[in-house]
């Protein structure tokens, strides 16, 4: 066969394979078996290694191509990824239904209704009709090129279907195929393909994911495609970013599904507020049957127009909400009570519960936060208990059904020893937690070990790698760590040559760091991440830092007399004067930081956030408040410009309203975030 013979060979199995494909993973169609669809695309490897110059981007073949990477790089979106605003009761969505279509000017609304899909939102880009770049959320400007991670997807087509004139014509629309095109949609794991994946990392004793959105964020996250190919990951495509002329969302996904798109099929159009209630009750009772999670119905304004209309605030389209299912509660058992040492010595009680099904994962523990925790629930060993999860937090124990209690339930006691060390014990005035009396407790050693190294960011060492270093005398204290060598580790459990390697490296790699970093490593009480910017921004240096008075220290903005005294005494101990100097000499640089800037929309604002968010984590609002000149604090005073409180809020929550302090929500915090600098 001659070059010009493969090409039109080449060309045509692509085109059949292409076929074959679309109605698979499109259309849930079978004509061949899938033996003979392997022969097919055998076919065709074979004729592109012979003529390797014939190998095109939308090739079948190139699902599973390329090296692994050695990391990912950052991919610019065209327009940002915006996420959506969550409703969880009919009022909430009912207030949503009426002012939306208060301001389009309609007394009903048409809109197109969704399953919200718990899985990762991509954005994928074609040129001319051919699949050029895959791109994660990230910050919703900036995301994660996965673009080889996605090619091994089947439901994602490397090429799109052309559409014919009178398709066109039909849609309204001009064709996809031409120029730039960008559509959005969600990688999942299919439930029976997750759970086959897991039974299989179980048979090689491997740790199994907690549930399918976590196995499919992982399988995206790694460096060679190869892996990926191997998982059975699926998309659903659901919306269409360039303006190709479609008038509605509805034709959207018609639109979608024609080029080669596989859509879900429970999506459609409904004209009033019943029949999306009647969506939503129906999707609830069906989720469990479905071959993929999902966490509620997403409603969207059907006419493009008004919905572009209806603007943006924050990152959040007024023209579509999530309604999002009833969060889950489960009754289990408490078996027992464990108590674990932090590394100030806090003793934390930790439940035992009879394992149960919660939220996607199965459920051993429940959080007990400390001794007086106990004493508000009322709990004992033997008591059925209800627990929650708000988001994927620990679960909580909401309450005690008493009237189960067993004539044998155990009252639980504060522990007089460290469980631990054997220490003894004490509950400090003022102070909720009972701490050991050890400094030198071997968990309190460990845990300063790990939190130095989470503040430093070094991967790959959690308690078991940092407890076997400690028990083979290779680290006794933080700055051990960056002693490390190969040799060192080689010979212990987990630690061949390669995996040595690589730990070092990536220890060497964080020797320099921003000083409210080195301040949070330090481990010092009272001193948070909060607390370490405000000392960063002021000292500016770590000389300054350490030379720093009482009186320099209660000067800073937002620090009080008791971090102020508990920095003292923490640069006044030998031992702790020792480990900067260990750290020092060990070859860690801590750089400089800048004073905040004081010309920003929220500066002079302090805000206390409390409870879960839903369109963002804490850290990642926290971040937006600094960056927007305002001070995240973790306690509330009369001082507290505010309390935003999400679901499940804590006593934060009570303190605001005690003090009269504003209490915002998520739309109040939304909104602060829109504010341009």
């Known amino acids: 066969m001659n070059k010009s013979e493969a090409k039109a060979r080449i060309e045509k199995l692509k085109e059949t394979i292409g076929f074959h494909r679309y109605q698979y993973h499109v259309l849930d169609q079978q004509e061949i078996s899938d033996s003979a669809l392997d022969s097919l695309k055998h076919e065709l490897y074979k004729l592109e290694q012979e003529f390797s110059e014939l190998i095109t981007p939308d090739s079948p073949t190139q699902r599973v191509g390329g090296q692994a990477l050695d990391r990912f790089v950052k ?24 002012k939306t279509a208060e ?79 960008e559509v959005r949609g969600e990688v999942f794991f299919p439930v029976k393909a997750f759970e086959k994946f897991n039974k299989q990392m179980e048979k090689e004793g491997r740790p199994v994911f907690a549930n399918p959105r976590n196995a499919a964020a992982g399988s995206l996250r790694q460096l060679d495609p190869r892996i990926v190919a191997g998982r059975g990951l699926s998309f659903f495509a659901w919306d269409i970013v360039s303006d190709v002329g479609q008038k509605t969302h509805g034709k959207e996904w018609e639109v979608l599904k024609a080029i080669g798109f596989k859509v879900n099929p429970e999506g459609g159009l409904v004209c009033s507020v019943s029949e999306v209630v009647d ?30 209309q209806l603007g943006v605030v924050g990152k959040t389209p007024r023209g579509l909400v999530a309604w999002k299912f009833p969060a889950e509660e489960v009754t289990t058992v408490v078996e027992d009570v464990e108590w674990f040492v932090g590394r100030t010595g806090a003793l934390t009680p930790v439940a035992t519960v009879k394992p149960t099904w919660l939220g996607g994962t199965t459920v051993k ?39 189960l209690r067993p004539p044998e339930a155990k009252t639980i006691r504060l522990p007089a020893k460290c469980p631990v060390c054997d220490s003894p014990v004490e ?20 845990e300063r070990v790990l939190y130095a190294a989470r503040a430093f ?85 770590l000389e300054k830092f350490l030379k720093a008075s009482r009186e320099d220290l209660v000067s800073v903005p937002q620090i009080g ?13 030998e031992h702790n004067k020792k480990m900067i100097e260990d750290y020092l000499a060990n070859g860690i640089v801590v750089v400089r930081e800048a004073p905040p800037k004081t010309n920003l929309p929220l500066s002079g604002q302090s805000y206390v956030l409390t409870g879960t968010l839903e369109t963002m984590s804490r850290d990642e609002a ?30 934060k929550f009570e303190k605001a309203q005690e003090l009269g302090v504003p209490i915002l929500s998520e739309k109040d915090l939304l909104a602060l975030l829109s504010k341009k600098s």
């Not at 991919?75 to 909430?92: A, C, G, N, W, Y």
């Not at 208990?385 to 620990?394: E, F, P, R, T, V």
């Not at 509950?427 to 460990?446: F, I, L, M, P, S």
């Open 622 to 651: 926290k971040r937006k408040l600094r960056s927007l000149g305002a001070d995240p604090i973790e306690a509330v005073s009369r001082k507290t410009t505010g309390v935003i409180v999400g679901a499940d809020p804590g006593s």
């Open 561 to 573: 007399e008791v971090v102020a005294d508990s920095i003292v005494f923490f640069l006044s101990e």
């Open 75 to 98: 991919i610019k979106h065209q327009s940002r990824m915006l996420s959506i605003e969550d409703v969880f009761t009919p009022d909430e969505f009912l207030d949503w239904y009426r």
């Open 279 to 308: 969506f939503w009750s129906l999707m609830q009772k069906k989720r469990e049957k479905l071959d993929y999670w999902i966490d509620g119905s997403v409603i969207r304004v059907n006419d493009n127009a008004a919905f572009e």
């Open 365 to 403: 523990h429940a959080s007990l936060h400390n001794f007086d925790e106990i004493e508000r629930l009322g709990v004992k060993i033997g008591d059925t208990i209800i627990i929650y999860k708000a988001g994927d937090i620990i679960p909580k124990i909401k309450s005690v059904l008493k009237e």
């Open 457 to 541: 960011g070094i991967d790959g060492l959690g308690p078991q790698i940092v407890s076997s270093f400690m028990d083979n005398n290779i680290v006794q204290a933080p700055p051990d760590l960056f002693t490390l060598e190969t040799e060192d580790l080689l010979g212990l459990e987990r630690f061949a040559a390669v995996s040595a390697n690589k730990l070092v490296k990536e220890i060497q790699t964080k020797k320099k760091l921003p000083l409210s970093r080195f301040i949070i490593a330090l481990g010092i009480k009272n001193v948070g991440e909060e607390t370490a910017r405000d000392l960063a921004g002021y000292f500016g240096s």
């Open 427 to 446: 509950k400090r005035e003022g102070e909720v937690a009972t701490v050991c009396t050890n400094r030198h407790c071997y968990a309190q050693d460990r």
């Open 103 to 181: 301001k389009i000017g309609v007394e009903q609304l048409e809109v197109f209704c969704m399953v919200k899909l718990d899985g990762l939102a991509i954005s994928l880009r074609y040129l001319d009709g051919v699949l050029m770049t895959a791109a994660t959320r990230g910050d919703g400007q900036v995301g994660e090129d996965i673009t080889s991670n996605i090619k091994t997807i089947e439901a994602v087509p490397l090429r799109l279907l052309e559409l014919e004139e009178k398709e066109l014509a039909k849609f309204g629309i001009v064709s996809p195929s031409r120029g730039s095109f």
